[in-house]
């Protein structure tokens, strides 16, 4: 059973930083993909990042490139989010995703809400 825990989100400026974890267990996820969604009020869950665990290859909403980092901690299998200038448009509940490689996501995290104030 695949279980993912976020945490990090918050309050913060526009023009600011924060970093968003998930920590993922109950698999070995050498042949999953893990990404990044999130969903405004009112508004559809939306893309926002993703990366291949074992390649280590990566795509970025065009809404967030340049501004948003996906990384990983292979030793404790851990997926960031590093979100800087950070935009009003930016505020939502954050949800990490996890999903076998070849199959569409499948896994989900509760969510951490993120509000950026202008």
């Known amino acids: 059973q695949v279980q993912l825990v976020e945490s990090g989100g918050g309050l913060v400026q526009a023009g600011g930083s924060l970093r968003l974890s998930c920590a993922a267990s109950?698999?070995?996820?050498?042949?999953?993909?893990m990404g990044w969604f999130r969903q405004a009020p009112g508004k559809e869950r939306e893309f926002v990042a993703e990366?291949?665990?074992?390649?280590?290859?990566?795509n970025y909403a065009d809404s967030v490139k340049g501004r948003f980092t996906i990384s990983r901690d292979n030793a404790k299998n851990t997926v960031f989010l590093q979100m800087n200038s950070l935009k009003p448009e930016d505020t939502a509940v954050y949800y990490c995703?996890?999903?076998?490689?070849?199959?569409?996501?499948?896994?989900w995290g509760q969510g951490t809400q993120v509000t950026v104030s202008s």
């Open positions: 995703a996890a999903a076998i490689i070849g199959r569409g996501y499948d896994y």
């Open positions: 109950g698999r070995t996820f050498a042949s999953y993909r």
């Open positions: 990366f291949y665990w074992s390649a280590g290859s990566t």
